[in-house]
């Protein structure tokens, strides 16, 4: 893991628009981050020190970001029924407030989250690159989602067109396959993570949200036994995959005002319901295709 900081000011950083905003984007070491984005990203880098137990969640934006929160949270805070103090928090907490993301968190001048506060441990959550992850992640524990390209495109431009002015889909697929979209490349944001849990697959897991759609109890599991909380009672796995599902979440009211944008459909191959095959087939030849290269397969396909 790199500790390099940049030696270029941001002012120097090459720009890109996203969406209809110009400048939106900088390019920091092959990746383009939100320009917002660009202090924040660099004093976690910089200034961050782990510490035994801390989690780091991580995922490129709208793959199951939402969900991932939920159950990591659950499995690290499990409700206990005979504890009035020790209740559901997802009940009355959207999951991101429960699970901060680090340059979020850093940029808004709102928060009352000290990232920095290394008295316990911490579950966290970034959209970074590994590559610009601090040095000192290098011994924590990191859940890292990923999701089939053409479903994280369509999410991407439901969430983006919900949240700013809409653009026609064939725009969001340009900035998709060029890799100017926040956090981007795909193909290489996936794949430095995909590498790394090859290499150390103690310290990072990696999990495909399609696998948790198809088999979430062996998902949940799998997760928990990596995050050193197995799931041993009977019933448990069930009784978490309730506590984290869409509908419920969704339905909460906590949810229902200003957070309605990371709830939508959660479905897998939703983005045949929208893209021509010529589309499809250009992001597989943009970005599939390097990451079966890696042996990295998605079943988003048509």
Same mark, same amino acid.
């Given at each position: 893991?790199?500790?390099?900081?940049?030696?270029?000011?941001?002012?120097?950083?090459?720009?890109?628009?996203?969406?209809?905003?110009?400048?939106?984007?900088?390019?920091?070491?092959?990746?383009?981050?939100?320009?917002?984005?660009? /202090?924040?990203?660099? !004093?976690?880098?910089?200034? #961050?020190? &782990?510490?035994?137990?801390? =989690?780091? %969640?991580?995922?490129?934006?709208?793959?199951?970001?939402?969900?991932?929160?939920?159950?990591?949270?659950?499995?690290?805070?499990?409700?206990?029924?005979?504890?009035?103090?020790?209740?559901?928090?997802?009940?009355?907490?959207?999951?991101?407030?429960?699970?901060?993301?680090?340059?979020?968190?850093?940029?808004?001048?709102?928060?009352?989250?000290?990232?920095?506060?290394?008295?316990?441990?911490?579950?966290?959550?970034?959209?970074?690159?590994?590559?610009?992850?601090?040095?000192?992640?290098?011994?924590?524990?990191?859940?890292?989602?990923?999701?089939?390209?053409? /479903?994280?495109?369509? !999410?991407?431009?439901?969430? #983006?067109? &919900?949240?700013?002015?809409? =653009?026609? %889909?064939?725009?969001?697929?340009?900035?998709?396959?060029?890799?100017?979209?926040?956090?981007?490349?795909?193909?290489?944001?996936?794949?430095?993570?995909?590498?790394?849990?090859?290499?150390?697959?103690?310290?990072?897991?990696?999990?495909?949200?399609?696998?948790?759609?198809?088999?979430?109890?062996?998902?949940?599991?799998?997760?928990?036994?990596?995050?050193?909380?197995?799931?041993?009672?009977?019933?448990?796995?069930?009784?978490?995959?309730?506590?984290?599902?869409?509908?419920?979440?969704?339905?909460?009211?906590?949810?229902?005002?200003?957070?309605?944008?990371?709830?939508?459909?959660?479905?897998?191959?939703?983005?045949?319901?929208?893209?021509?095959?010529?589309?499809?087939?250009?992001?597989?030849?943009?970005?599939?295709?390097?990451?079966?290269?890696?042996?990295?397969?998605?079943?988003?396909?048509?």
């Amino acid at each position: 893991m790199s500790s390099k900081s940049s030696n270029e000011s941001n002012s120097d950083l090459p720009k890109s628009p996203f969406w209809e905003e110009p400048d939106a984007l900088a390019l920091r070491e092959g990746f383009w981050l939100p320009t917002c984005l660009l /202090d924040s990203a660099a !004093s976690f880098r910089q200034n #961050f020190q &782990a510490r035994e137990g801390d =989690v780091v %969640l991580a995922s490129p934006i709208k793959t199951g970001t939402t969900w991932l929160m939920a159950i990591a949270h659950s499995l690290l805070h499990k409700p206990k029924s005979n504890d009035a103090n020790n209740a559901d928090a997802l009940a009355s907490n959207n999951p991101h407030s429960l699970v901060p993301t680090v340059e979020f968190e850093l940029w808004s001048p709102t928060t009352t989250v000290n990232i920095f506060d290394p008295t316990s441990p911490r579950l966290l959550h970034t959209h970074l690159p590994f590559s610009l992850l601090p040095a000192s992640l290098s011994a924590s524990k990191i859940v890292y989602i990923a999701r089939g390209p053409e /479903d994280t495109l369509i !999410s991407m431009w439901h969430y #983006f067109n &919900a949240v700013a002015a809409p =653009v026609p %889909l064939e725009k969001a697929v340009e900035c998709f396959c060029s890799g100017a979209h926040p956090f981007g490349p795909f193909d290489r944001h996936v794949a430095e993570y995909w590498l790394e849990t090859r290499r150390r697959p103690e310290k990072v897991l990696f999990v495909k949200y399609e696998d948790m759609k198809r088999e979430p109890g062996r998902e949940v599991s799998r997760i928990a036994e990596f995050l050193g909380r197995p799931v041993a009672a009977e019933g448990e796995v069930e009784e978490i995959l309730w506590r984290c599902s869409l509908e419920r979440l969704k339905n909460l009211e906590v949810n229902a005002a200003g957070h309605a944008a990371y709830f939508r459909k959660g479905e897998v191959r939703d983005g045949k319901n929208y893209l021509t095959p010529e589309m499809g087939d250009r992001i597989h030849r943009s970005v599939g295709v390097k990451l079966e290269a890696l042996g990295l397969f998605f079943s988003d396909r048509r």
